[in-house]
């Protein structure tokens, strides 16, 4: 599991920069770099509301991923030991992208 750092202020499972969804799938099966990659599970917020899967957000989080050309990527597991989720301002899943993404 990854420390998961989330940068999307406005998703739904977004709480003080971490994960409250329980895991996530990271997409771009063509990725060529970060920009091509997108967090499928985003969720954009409505107003002030916050959702949890969890109790509390999670520092570590299960992350499959289809950016095959990712060096963290093994079998659509993520296994780099932090990632970062970036997207302020995403008003959908596209509007995000795993920071953490380095080709193979």
Same mark, same amino acid.
């Given at each position: 599991?990854?420390?998961?750092? +989330? /940068?999307?202020?406005?998703? #739904? ?5 971490? %994960? !409250? ?6 997409? /771009?099966? @063509?990725? *060529?770099?970060?920009?091509?990659? %997108? +967090?499928?599970? #985003?969720?954009?917020?409505?107003? *002030?509301? =916050?959702?949890?899967?969890?109790? @509390?957000?999670?520092? &570590? $989080?299960? $992350? ?7 060096? =963290?990527?093994?079998? =659509?597991? +993520? =296994?780099?030991? @932090?990632? *970062? $989720?970036?997207? %302020? /301002?995403? !008003? *959908? ?6 920071? &953490? #993404?380095?080709?193979?």
């Amino acid at each position: 599991m990854a420390e998961l750092k +989330c /940068g999307v202020e406005n998703c #739904f499972y977004n709480k003080e920069c971490r %994960c !409250s969804k329980g895991d996530i799938m990271v997409g /771009g099966q @063509h990725a *060529d770099t970060s920009k091509d990659t %997108c +967090c499928e599970s #985003f969720a954009q917020k409505k107003g *002030d509301s =916050y959702t949890s899967a969890l109790n @509390h957000p999670s520092k &570590t $989080i299960s $992350i499959d991923c289809e950016a095959t050309k990712c060096m =963290y990527n093994s079998n =659509y597991k +993520c =296994y780099a030991e @932090h990632v *970062d $989720i970036k997207g %302020c /301002g995403a !008003s *959908d899943c596209k509007g995000t992208e795993c920071a &953490t #993404f380095k080709e193979a």
